[in-house]
């Protein structure tokens, strides 16, 4: 009996042996993958986002976490709640802890009032992106997105503007940018303005915690290109091996800051390539399906160091840029420089991106004596602020837009 069991598994073994080699590799790399997930997890515990783990357990990343989010920040005067599942703010009504009004957030998950999906066919809509001075620290008809929209419709009849607030506490740029890459088919945008620079240098610096090369982005145009996303969005072995292979080099010498060159500071690593390649590839985006492209500067309260930078860094005609490295600084100018220095060098490459930086408003404020009741913190701005500010982005549009 036992010989004929013996002859039965050689025979099957000659006859399928690719089989069982397949179901070894396969079985290899899915234990792989569940290594590299397990110690993702545990790295990041609660902070584990789904991309860290392989697609089987995906579903289980929510059970590490939080049901609900509350919001470190209270410079917005308020506690939110976090919607994991869909990373954005729970719908709701909520009361501030720093005035009498309350914040709405609609069932979309953003600040403000509800809008229609799909967009009517008479509406411009409007997306603006942004972190806290976006999201407002004040009433929701006090906020820049607020302003900006009943200015627009002042003074356009031919078609309504539709202004929304994607702001929100605490997120850098690439929360920003992924979700814009995700959900532009859902919003259907005519026109998206990117209002974040001070987190940039907050959190996205660090891309080890916030890589832009994990954003989903949309697809391109070629089955190659497609099954690839596919592959690396969908396994951690071939996101290790692909990118250790083809984007080996100064590429990964940028994003990991690690091996560099000590004579170039991390952030002109960041900010001249990682933080430059992504904003040329949201603009590509956007004049590929039709979408006008804005960026703007957050506004801070005016320093005499800060003015001694703006003065001399922030012209377009300038390509140089501070020197000195001052890394956790409440106003970290060389940071700002590079951001402002790289959004100048994409409108300078393609001259329809409009951008408004904040040294108008600071000379307007000041011109009309308001300077200090523009500002609450010295970044985050007053309903003042909101208004004079939204009046300089409806001044742009309306002098770049044709409606």
Known sequence: MLVKIEKFIKSAYRRHKWILAVSLIVIAIFSFEILLSGRNIWKNRKSTQPHMVTPVLRPL?????????FSSNRVVGTLLKWDYLNDRMLPGTYKSLEGDYTISINSFGVRGKEFQIPKPDNVYRIVMFGGSTTFGNCKDD???TYYLENLLNEKVNSRRIEVINYGVNSKGFYYNARKFLLEWDLLEPDLVIFNNARNIWYYDTNQKQNNYKDILKPEKYDHHAQWINALKNN?????????????????????????TDRSVSRHEYFFNYTYYNLIEELYDFAHEHSIRFMMTFEPMELTAQHRLFIDEYVPIRSESFLEEDRPGSVV?????????KNIYRLQKKHPDVIVQDDYSLILEAERKAEGSQIFIDGMHMTAKGNRLFAGLIAQKILKNVAF
Do not use: H
């Open 235 to 259: 396994s951690l072995v071939f996101r290790a091996v692909y990118e250790n292979r083809f984007d080996s080099g100064q590429e990964q010498v940028f994003l990991s800051y690690e091996n």
């Open 332 to 340: 970290d100018l060389k940071s700002s420089s590079l951001i402002y």
């Open 142 to 144: 006090e906020t820049i």
């Open 61 to 69: 990343v929510n059970l590490l976490r939080n049901k609900s989010f």
